[in-house]
């Protein structure tokens, strides 16, 4: 089993920043992806960025430029690096760890974007 933990969410007003971090622990397997995805309210869950143990990241179209994914894997953290944040980018930001061992999720950090 792998549990992750997310951390960093918060009430940011909008062009600020804010750094989520979400820690992994359990049976990991070296080879992983881990991501960062959000739920905006009544809304579908949706890709924000990935990044494999390799290093190799995918942002979404909507937040690249402004949010920068990255990991430590001596620590098994994968981070969120969110700036220029905007109203729309409001919403439970969940972390997931996709191995061949299973896929699994923490249980989200709200982060909220005043206008």
């Known amino acids: 089993q792998v549990q992750l933990v997310e951390s960093g969410g918060g009430l940011v007003q909008a062009g600020g920043s804010l750094r989520l971090s979400c820690a992994a622990s359990?049976?990991?397997?070296?080879?992983?992806?881990m991501g960062w995805y959000r739920q905006a309210p009544g809304k579908q869950r949706d890709l924000v960025a990935r990044?494999?143990?390799?290093?190799?990241?995918t942002h979404a179209d909507s937040v690249r430029g402004r949010f920068t994914i990255s990991r430590d894997n001596a620590k098994n953290t994968v981070y969120l690096q969110m700036n220029s944040l905007k109203p729309d980018d409001t919403g439970v930001y969940y972390c997931?760890?996709?191995?061949?061992?299973?896929?699994?999720w923490g249980k989200g950090t709200l982060v909220t974007v005043s206008s």
């Open positions: 997931d760890l996709e191995s061949a061992g299973g896929d699994y």
């Open positions: 359990g049976s990991i397997l070296r080879s992983n992806i």
């Open positions: 990044i494999n143990s390799g290093g190799s990241k």
